[in-house]
């Protein structure tokens, strides 16, 4: 069995900076791609980021330039900085990882709250 745990959510202004790190425990062989995603009230959950094993990135086009994935795979950890923060950033993030043999992953959430 996998967990994967978020942590640095919280409250911030419009245009300041947190930073989130996922880091997923238990029976791992590999683990290929992690990403983060986010709901916001009444909304569907979207991708906001994903990285590869080789560190290759993509990104929701609404964060670009201003959301930075990266990940340590010694340490089976991923992070998403968050720049330049916006209202709507305003959502639970949840990180998400994809096993070797292709079980997926999700973390039980973190708040992220912008105020204007």
């Known amino acids: 069995q996998v967990q994967l745990v978020e942590s640095g959510g919280g409250l911030v202004q419009a245009g300041g900076s947190l930073r989130l790190s996922c880091a997923a425990s238990?029976?791992?062989?590999?683990?290929?791609?992690m990403g983060w995603y986010r709901q916001a009230p009444g909304k569907q959950r979207e991708v906001v980021a994903s990285?590869?094993?080789?560190?290759?990135?993509n990104y929701q086009d609404s964060v670009k330039g201003r959301f930075t994935i990266s990940r340590d795979n010694g340490k089976n950890t991923v992070y998403l900085q968050m720049n330049s923060l916006k209202p709507e950033d305003t959502a639970v993030y949840y990180c998400?990882?994809?096993?070797?043999?292709?079980?997926?992953?999700w973390g039980r959430g973190t708040q992220v709250t912008v105020s204007s």
């Open positions: 238990g029976t791992i062989f590999r683990i290929n791609d």
């Open positions: 990285i590869t094993t080789g560190g290759r990135t």
């Open positions: 998400n990882a994809e096993m070797w043999g292709g079980a997926i992953y």
